[in-house]
């Protein structure tokens, strides 16, 4: 079982990333899937979550408006397009899947984790 999130790189505030999660070893239709992100010193904070059917979506405030999650199910891979980026968007950010209880801002109830892309937002 594993998720392979690609796509960060060092982008300028205004710009847009689009994060990848690659899913394998496991059907990833069945499950919510979600992003994660943790920046320097502080604690890893929800970012936002897909239902497995992808009709239903959650965000964090601070980048709703700006940040949209979606999934691609034929492909096992679920994205994360984040457009008007702003320094504070700073952080290592990690995908997630397989959601216990339906409460996806708490990463103890989250099954599978990638790796982690870093995403860098400076001038």
């Known amino acids: 079982v594993q998720l392979q999130a690609s796509g960060g790189g060092l982008v300028q505030p205004g710009g847009s990333l689009r994060l990848s999660c690659q899913a394998s070893g496991f059907t990833a239709d069945y499950y919510a899937m979600g992003w994660f992100r943790q920046a320097p010193g502080k604690e890893r904070e929800f970012v936002a979550a897909?239902?497995?059917?992808?009709?239903?979506?959650y965000y964090v405030d601070s980048v709703k408006g700006r940040f949209t999650i979606s999934r691609d199910n034929a492909k096992n891979t679920g994205y994360l397009q984040m457009n008007s980026l702003k320094p504070e968007d700073t952080a290592v950010y990690y995908c997630?899947?397989?959601?216990?209880?339906?409460?996806?801002?708490?990463?103890?109830?989250?099954?599978?984790w990638g790796q982690g892309t870093e995403v860098t937002v400076s001038s």
């Open positions: 997630t899947a397989q959601n216990y209880g339906a409460t996806y801002d708490d990463s103890s109830k989250w099954g599978y």
């Open positions: 897909i239902r497995s059917s992808g009709s239903i979506t």
